[in-house]
């Protein structure tokens, strides 16, 4: 990763469109691996921070991820509000990412279907 001289971390620059799509959600590399979580969006959001994601990127990193692939506009979560009900939610991260953060997860290639990791309930 890269940091500032004060020790921040600092992400690579875009992708040739501008932003940071098929990249890992914490180190923002490029990458082709993912992992899943399937549950209320809170279990999703627990996920993502335990893979390293700060606390006020979480919430943006979960409604893109909702988001993705709906095809109309329209049916869209808003950031800002948590959706009820069951969700799956997949995000790309990359191998060293998982690693580093020491969570238990293991990731595949988005190509190949990701492993989703369910809630069990209480």
């Not at 992708?15 to 899943?36: F, H, P, Q």
């Not at 335990?50 to 919430?59: F, I, Q």
């Not at 979960?62 to 997949?90: W, Y």
Request: proline share 9%; glycine share 12%; charged share 20%.
């Amino acid at each position: 990763m890269n940091k500032d001289r004060n020790g921040r971390y600092t992400p690579p620059a875009p992708n040739l469109r501008g932003n940071y799509r098929d990249s890992c959600i914490v180190c923002r590399t490029g990458t082709d691996s993912g992992v899943g979580f399937r549950g209320p969006a809170e279990w999703a959001l627990a996920g993502i921070r335990t893979l390293g994601v700060p606390k006020d990127e979480a919430a943006v990193v979960l409604v893109n991820a909702l988001n993705d692939g709906l095809p109309d506009e329209s049916t869209h979560f808003a950031p800002g509000k948590v959706p009820i009900g069951e969700f799956t939610a997949e995000v790309r991260v990359c191998g060293s990412c998982v690693e580093s953060s020491g969570a238990p997860f293991t990731v595949a290639p988005v190509a190949l279907g990701v492993p989703v990791y369910e809630y069990r309930g209480e």
